[in-house]
Structures are given as structure tokens and as C-alpha cells.
């Protein structure tokens, strides 16, 4: 079902899915879209928006629902669990840890989209360090399959 948020391209008709191709077809050839207004003005799109429906396209043609979604959204614990791929109890665990900000509305608490992204980022880029790190002792120690016989033992 189409609404100002969410498209699933299962819901596009043929003809618009044929429009999807040949503007996927024009994305990644020499011609920039460009949007024409009412009276026939020509404008181009910003890079930024561009490449941005250059994305949007992309994983319409892969079958993927498309959902817009302001920065400054609130999301429920479950949305924000399903986001950060984790459980909605380990969720309120971090925002009872405070590891994530959250506000209330009436007795529910909301997590901010942004914040939610935010916490994401972090989360990967601590990950990313800590793989690093360990790489890093494992070379240093020249351990690297020194004690793999391949038997799984």
C-alpha cells in the first residue's frame, strides 16, 4: 500500500514499473534527470538528491519497500529494537543504561530516529576498532593459523 512514507514496489503498476526501468536505465547513462516544472522550467537535481534517488531506484528495482522517514522521528522500543537489530528487553536495557537518549510520552518511552542512527554508528565503528585491534595482536604475535592443523582441533 502507497502512503506519503512507505512504497512497496509490489504495489506498482506495470506501467510504473516500466517508468522505474527506463528511469533506472537513464540514471546510469550519460543523461542527468532532471525534474521540468509546470511551465516547462528545467531544473537539475542537486548531487545530493541525485544520488540519493539514484539509491531509492536501486533497491526498488530489488524489490525493496522504500520508507521516508525524517531524522527527528520518534520511534517505538520495538521500531527502534528492529532498527539496531536486537531485542526489544536488551533495547530498554540500553536506555536504562543510558547508552541511548530517550524520551517519554505518557508512560511509553520514544528513542529519536537520529539518535537511534547515531547510536548504530557508534556501535559499528567500535566494532570496526575492536576487529582491528585484535588483527593486530595476532600479527604482532605472528599467531595467525600457527596452531591450525585444518581437523577442526
Do not use: W
Request: aromatic share 4%; hydrophobic share 40%; net charge neutral.
Amino acid at each position: 500500500m502507497k502512503t506519503l512514507e512507505s512504497l512497496n514496489p509490489s504495489d506498482l503498476s506495470a506501467a510504473d514499473r516500466a517508468a522505474l526501468e527506463r528511469l533506472y536505465g537513464v540514471m546510469n547513462g550519460t543523461e542527468r534527470p532532471a525534474l521540468v516544472g509546470r511551465e516547462g522550467v528545467h531544473i537539475e537535481l542537486p548531487d545530493p538528491v541525485f544520488h540519493l534517488l539514484v539509491k531509492v531506484v536501486g533497491a526498488m528495482r530489488a524489490g525493496q519497500r522504500i520508507v521516508l522517514t525524517p531524522q527527528n522521528e520518534s520511534l517505538t522500543t520495538q521500531a527502534a529494537a528492529n532498527l539496531l537489530g536486537c531485542s526489544r528487553p536488551f533495547l530498554v536495557g540500553l536506555l536504562e543504561q543510558g547508552a541511548l537518549p530517550y524520551h517519554t510520552v505518557g508512560s511509553h518511552r520514544r528513542v529519536m530516529l537520529k539518535d537511534a542512527l547515531a547510536y548504530v554508528k557508534q556501535r559499528d565503528a567500535e566494532s570496526q576498532a575492536t576487529v582491528r585491534r585484535l588483527a593486530q595482536t595476532v600479527a604482532a604475535a605472528d599467531r595467525y593459523d600457527a596452531d591450525y592443523t585444518g581437523d577442526g582441533q
